[in-house]
DNA sequence: ATCCTCCCCTAC
DNA sequence: TAAGGTAGGGGAGGAT
């Protein structure tokens, strides 16, 4: 993923503006450098690590030192004040207790995983000592104080919980890897690499042995269709064993937690049995039955959940969403994992990019998930599906470290069941004339669309399976389900199935959300509005990353049911909830903070639930359209001599798509790549009109003029849009513009000197500096 | 009929 | 401790 804002939100977008910038520039001096990597043998994952190696160890303290000194670090003879890590192999309890902050103390294994996955792991995956999750408070001590938490009204809230959290991860990198596939395809790339070695190899054997029945099923009609699904298995732990080889073949599981006993939430296991009652009570109010709710947590143990477990933890019982305190119930002997996100993306990067070299003819699901249509690519290939699917696999495994099942048949719902069947790191051909018989034995659950709710109906019926489920009339499951869900299961238990992929990239975007149900304690009506304030901004800052606007704001809050205990079992989980929503149609788009924020003030009003009861929060805006062009760009604006409109003619040079270095596009960011692309294959002529039509180009002129005539402090998010303006002219090789921008700044802004103006000016003059270099090969006079 | 609002459900 | 997001499909029921 990169490091797009509204991944890595900071707080509303904007407040941590130092942070901001800091992490802007050393993006761009990434993105410029003329020496992409500094340490190109992989060196420097160790900067700022000084560690001090204490007893015997393997490898030996000599040979750590070594590794350390290759790879950017440090190696103290004695532990001092600046040793950031002692590392240990054992150490008795006396010597532990003696080396304060066990924290630091790691095992040796650390530094050589390290330089195996060529990056600093997270050491606390490498505690010598795992820390007790809740201080052992002893008779005769003050009570141990838990480490202070953070809450929705604390600054940085936002960004530290978006940063961790694995769902809105999921749900970024799945919608960065569907717009990567349609950037593929608009820049139209004319040779598939992969597909060219196929036909090689085809070639060759052809030679041999003068074959040509390759095709698979000889009376195969030309029309139909083959299409494969693609998925990685058990995604996030078969990224996280590249760099632990040795839990290969364990049980192991992907957790915040490391799964220790907590023995400082006594009450929890009572709490945790209250909130199943009153989640029974209300079952039983909807469905008007005696709906049994498992008992899904353990007294004392772990309420982190399972992101991804290996098949050795299936076998023993563990799933995905399960409790770690529960899995671990079912199999002790599991190992955990942390999360590596920045390891998700690359891998998927890498695995879309394989996919790419034989087609483009890809529906991307999910960073890990796509469908395939191989059709054309088997008939110029000349191979059969699963000779293809064994080349591809193969080719996955080698490029990521990680492997990947296939499925395939003649209809995305065949060869996603298909898949099911392969894992794991399998294939399987469902071919048409078998689904029927297939589908009987399948899980009803294993169809789309089918899932805890209309699986648990259906069983009510006594339908378990898709043959149990053929034998339910259309009619029926239409009254049950509705017209359309009910002919969709109709359809989906006979293996009938004519979806079109969704390859290109004319989707249309209906709604921009963003949503927190974690840490949300809010004591009262100032520090409510403070946090919705915040999270308008981080819509507004989603809506200005994507152009849009909308014409619809809706609020929903989750607030705590009447009988549900005041905290929650899972430490600042939501516990049992009712959901409100709220919206309010307006008569002209916004896309501001400011009015979302207005907006849902006033919708939090109309639900009327008291703050201190709200455990969830969302904004969405809906029923969007393109942001309108303004009516002048702000190139024009800045071209022209300040106080007149009279355009100057622009002394920008064009640039073209061979001028462009590669490596340099694929360092932006999704969305500004996808411009500029756009941009170069229009031959790099864009008008000032068609650069203007851009939303944040338009603020930026907003910014600007704001900033010459009035008295306002800028406001952070002001400087953010310029800062994202110059990032944009820099991308388009805009040099002259770009000095314009900085002219104009400074002789504008300079009686409002503070930090905020100088990172600004600071910015774009980086911004400048190197797009005289990159573009025109001179240094900029400044 | 068709639209709108407020849900619920599903998928990753 | 723990990080329970996000977009889209669709249904119920009322307004037009």
């Given at each position: 993923m990169k490091g797009r804002r509204n991944d890595d939100s900071e707080d509303n977008g904007f407040a941590k503006w130092g942070g901001y910038m800091a992490a802007k520039k050393s993006k761009l001096e990434q993105q410029f450098s003329a020496n992409p990597r500094p340490e190109a043998d992989g060196g420097g994952i160790f900067a700022g690590v000084a560690i001090f190696v204490n007893g015997y160890t393997r490898p030996t303290a000599e040979e750590l030192k070594q590794l350390m000194l290759r790879h950017g670090g440090t190696y103290h003879h004695y532990r001092s004040r600046a040793t950031t890590h002692v590392i240990a192999a054992n150490l008795p309890d006396s010597k532990v207790r003696q080396l304060k902050g066990t924290d630091r103390v790691v095992r040796p294994e650390w530094v050589a995983e390290s330089v195996a996955a060529g990056r600093l792991l997270d050491h606390r995956d490498y505690l010598l000592c795992p820390a007790r999750p809740c201080g052992q408070a002893r008779l005769g001590f003050p009570p141990a104080v838990p480490a202070p938490a953070r809450l929705a009204s604390d600054d940085n809230f936002l960004e530290e919980f978006y940063s961790n959290s694995r769902l809105h991860h999921i749900s970024?990198?799945?919608?960065?890897?569907?717009?990567?596939?349609?950037?593929?395809?608009?820049?139209?790339?004319?040779?598939?690499?992969?597909?060219?070695?196929?036909?090689?190899?085809?070639?060759?054997?052809?030679?041999?042995?003068?074959?040509?029945?390759?095709?698979?099923?000889?009376?195969?009609?030309?029309?139909?269709?083959?299409?494969?699904?693609?998925?990685?298995?058990c995604f996030f732990v078969s990224v996280g064993l590249r760099a632990r080889p040795h839990l290969r073949g364990l049980p192991v599981a992907v957790t915040h937690a490391r799964g220790e006993a907590c023995p400082c939430s006594p009450g929890r296991a009572e709490t945790r049995q209250q909130e199943r009652e009153c989640y029974r009570q209300r079952l039983k109010e909807r469905l008007g039955e005696q709906a049994s709710v498992p008992d899904d947590a353990v007294p004392g143990g772990s309420m982190s959940e399972v992101a991804s477990c290996s098949y050795e933890a299936r076998r023993a019982g563990v799933t995905n969403g399960m409790l770690l305190g529960a899995a671990l119930a079912l199999c002790p002997a599991l190992r955990t994992?942390?999360?590596?996100?920045?390891?998700?993306?690359?891998?998927?990067?890498?695995?879309?990019?394989?996919?790419?070299?034989?087609?483009?003819?890809?529906?991307?699901?999910?960073?890990?998930?796509?469908?395939?249509?191989?059709?054309?690519?088997?008939?110029?290939?000349?191979?059969?599906?699963?000779?293809?699917?064994?080349?591809?696999?193969?080719?996955?495994?080698?490029?990521?470290?990680?492997?990947?099942?296939?499925?395939l048949g003649p209809s995305p719902l065949l060869a996603r069941l298909a898949t099911r069947r392969a894992k794991p790191d399998g294939q399987f051909l469902l071919e048409a004339s078998?689904?029927?018989?297939?589908?009987?034995?399948?899980?009803?659950?294993?169809?789309?669309?089918?899932?805890?709710?209309?699986?648990?109906?259906?069983?009510?019926?006594?339908?378990?399976?898709?043959?149990?489920?053929?034998?339910?009339?259309?009619?029926?499951?239409?009254?049950?389900?509705?017209?359309?869900?009910?002919?969709?299961?109709?359809?989906?238990?006979?293996?009938?199935?004519?979806?079109?992929?969704?390859?290109?990239?004319?989707?249309?975007?209906k709604s921009v959300s963003a949503e927190v149900n974690y840490g949300i304690r809010l004591a009262d009506r100032g520090r409510a509005d403070a946090f919705l304030r915040r999270l308008a901004g981080e819509v507004a800052g989603r809506l200005a990353a994507l152009g849009l606007a909308g014409r619809s704001v809706a609020l929903k809050l989750m607030v705590r049911a009447k009988d549900a205990p005041v905290e929650t079992a899972k430490f600042l989980g939501h516990g049992v909830c009712d959901n409100v929503t709220r919206s309010s149609s307006l008569a002209a788009p916004v896309a501001d903070a400011e009015a979302i924020a207005r907006e849902v003030l006033g919708l939090a009003r109309q639900i009327a639930a008291p703050p201190a009861e709200w455990r969830g929060v969302g904004i969405q805006v809906s029923r969007l359209e393109a942001r309108t062009a303004p009516s002048h760009g702000l190139e024009r604006f800045l071209a022209a001599p300040r106080g007149s409109e009279e355009p100057r003619p622009s002394t920008d040079r064009v640039v073209t798509l061979s001028?462009?270095?590669?490596?340099?596009?694929?360092?932006?960011?999704?969305?500004?790549?996808?411009?500029?692309?756009?941009?170069?294959?229009?031959?790099?002529?864009?008008?000032?009109?068609?650069?203007?039509?851009?939303?944040?180009?338009?603020?930026?002129?907003?910014?600007?003029?704001?900033?010459?005539?009035?008295?306002?402090?800028?406001?952070?998010?002001?400087?953010?849009?310029?800062?994202?303006?110059?990032?944009?002219?820099?991308?388009?090789?805009?040099?002259?513009?770009?000095?314009?921008?900085?002219?104009?700044?400074?002789?504008?802004?300079?009686?409002?000197?503070?930090?905020?103006?100088?990172?600004?000016?600071?910015?774009?003059?980086?911004?400048?500096?190197?797009?005289?270099?990159?573009?025109?090969?001179?240094?900029?006079a400044v």
């Open positions: 970024t990198m799945g919608a960065a890897f569907k717009q990567y596939v349609g950037e593929l395809r608009a820049a139209g790339r004319g040779s598939f690499p992969g597909l060219e070695r196929l036909q090689a190899a085809g070639r060759h054997r052809d030679g041999d042995d003068g074959d040509d029945d390759l095709f698979g099923e000889p009376g195969s009609a030309p029309g139909d269709r083959v299409i494969m699904h693609v998925d990685m298995d994992m942390p999360y590596d996100f920045e390891g998700y993306q690359e891998v998927a990067r890498a695995l879309y990019d394989t996919v790419a070299e034989y087609t483009l003819d890809i529906e991307a699901v999910s960073c890990d998930e796509m469908f395939v249509d191989c059709t054309e690519l088997l008939r110029r290939a000349e191979v059969t599906p699963l000779e293809f699917a064994t080349v591809l696999r193969r080719e996955i495994r080698e490029r990521t470290g990680c492997t990947a099942s296939t499925g078998e689904a029927e018989g297939f589908l009987r034995d399948v899980a009803v659950g294993d169809l789309p669309g089918v899932g805890r709710s209309v699986a648990s109906r259906l069983a009510a019926r006594g339908v378990s399976t898709c043959g149990q489920l053929q034998k339910l009339s259309l009619a029926a499951l239409q009254a049950q389900f509705g017209a359309r869900t009910g002919l969709a299961l109709h359809r989906h238990c006979r293996g009938v199935d004519d979806r079109e992929l969704h390859t290109s990239g004319q989707h249309r975007r001028q462009v270095d590669p490596s340099f596009l694929e360092a932006l960011p999704d969305d500004v790549r996808q411009e500029v692309e756009a941009s170069l294959a229009r031959g790099g002529r864009d008008s000032a009109e068609e650069l203007s039509t851009d939303m944040p180009l338009r603020e930026a002129e907003t910014v600007l003029r704001e900033w010459a005539r009035t008295q306002r402090r800028p406001e952070p998010y002001d400087i953010y849009l310029l800062a994202d303006y110059a990032e944009r002219l820099a991308a388009l090789g805009r040099a002259d513009t770009l000095l314009a921008v900085l002219r104009l700044l400074r002789e504008c802004t300079a009686h409002k000197q503070d930090d905020a103006w100088r990172e600004a000016c600071q910015s774009v003059e980086d911004c400048a500096q190197e797009t005289m270099l990159r573009v025109h090969g001179e240094e900029l």
